[in-house]
């Protein structure tokens, strides 16, 4: 399986929804570098379950176990970073029936095909959106580092169905905004469209049914000038770990698809020296990347996450032994919205591609 990334810093994941743990193996980190405990499990903490009526009622403390790597106050040693997260709170049993009558809109039937039928379909195996937690535990750690070369990272629930949020500021992003939104569960810009979308959540739960949305992330900080052209460069690097992130159907950068709608005069950022004498621009459609480069402007993208395809409905599938067409409902605990819980997932997965840019460019 491909659950290796990256070239400089290594990412390695490992586990599946209902082993003993799942884990994550973290390598090329600088020695030296203090950990913050506390703030590691602040991101554990906003990915996990059970914490919010949005989200599955599956229960998960998810606290990391470092295995090697960091020594015994909290140093990075420069050896491979290797944590656990045991899991412990699985219905291996609701899923059962699931081996032979694939869910719609999971991997169940590719991976049966592709697996020759060995996949572990429990809970979604290794195909599950669990394996975002060691994840954000890699990203808890990147994002202490990048810290302290002056990088921030933030993101929030931009849309969830038809509530919409604010967008950034893409020109302006102030730094406290960003601190402020990686600490929180559902972070919004404007606090009073959280219930609107949770409302919107309850709506789809009791219709046994799910609701996707848009997840809007911005990085401040970085240097200009860093990244390649063409295949190297910083969208490609990013969009190919955030498509890690289970449910991601697709990602935009800057103005990104509107880009498409404006006349070259409107979506031209133009440049200008600021009162310190830097190069900035006066908006930022272009996302703070221009030909695969950074521009020192903020980055920022969206990621479009699709509805939990696990929902309590009668659905159409087929019997894979019988070869006939059957009916399906799905048995579990499952979130009726996993955009919250998405949000820490694609900001560590922004962090761990960041570093690793940092780490080509001789910033390390």
């Not at 697996?115 to 994840?135: C, E, K, M, V």
């Not at 990088?151 to 967008?167: N, Q, T, Y």
Request: charged letters at 20%.
């Amino acid at each position: 399986m491909s659950s290796m990334w990256g070239e400089r810093i290594k990412l390695s994941v490992f586990g599946g929804s209902h082993t003993e743990a799942i884990g994550v193996t973290l390598d090329g980190l600088p020695a030296g570098e203090k950990m913050d405990w506390d703030e590691i499990l602040v991101q554990m903490a906003r990915r996990a379950p059970g914490q919010d009526p949005s989200a599955t009622r599956r229960v998960e403390k998810d606290e990391p176990h470092v295995v090697c790597g960091m020594s015994s106050d909290g140093v990075l040693t420069g050896a491979p970073l290797c944590a656990l997260i045991y899991n412990s709170d699985q219905h291996s049993k609701d899923y059962g029936n699931l081996k032979v009558t694939p869910r719609p809109g999971h991997a169940d039937y590719a991976a049966f095909v592709k697996y020759q039928g060995n996949n572990d379909i429990r809970g979604g195996g290794h195909f599950s959106g669990r394996l975002t937690a060691p994840l954000v535990f890699a990203g808890a750690v990147c994002r202490q580092i990048l810290s302290r070369h002056g990088i921030l990272i933030g993101g929030h629930v931009l849309s969830v169905g038809p509530a919409e949020d604010r967008r950034f500021n893409m020109a302006d992003i102030e730094p406290e905004i960003l601190k402020s939104l990686s600490r929180e569960y559902f972070p919004v810009l404007f606090p009073s469209i959280r219930q609107e979308m949770r409302r919107q959540i309850e709506e789809a739960r009791l219709a046994l049914d799910s609701l996707g949305g848009v997840v809007e992330c911005a990085v401040t900080g970085l240097p200009t000038g860093m990244g390649n052209p063409m295949f190297g460069g910083v969208e490609n690097l990013i969009s190919s770990i955030v498509f890690g992130v289970p449910a991601v159907k697709g990602i935009e950068f800057g103005a990104g698809f509107q880009a498409a709608r404006k006349m070259g005069h409107e979506n031209n950022d133009s440049f200008y020296y600021d009162d310190g004498g830097a190069v900035k621009t006066r908006t930022n459609n272009a996302g703070g990347i221009l030909g695969g480069i950074t521009t020192g402007m903020p980055l920022v993208f969206r990621a479009a996450v699709k509805p939990t395809p696990s929902i309590s409905r009668e659905q159409d599938t087929v019997n894979l032994e019988t070869g006939e067409n059957v009916k399906l409902v799905i048995k579990g605990r499952h979130d009726p919205c996993i955009v919250p819980r998405a949000v820490p997932a694609l900001e560590s997965a922004a962090a761990v591609a960041v570093l690793e840019l940092l780490a080509q460019n001789g910033k390390l």
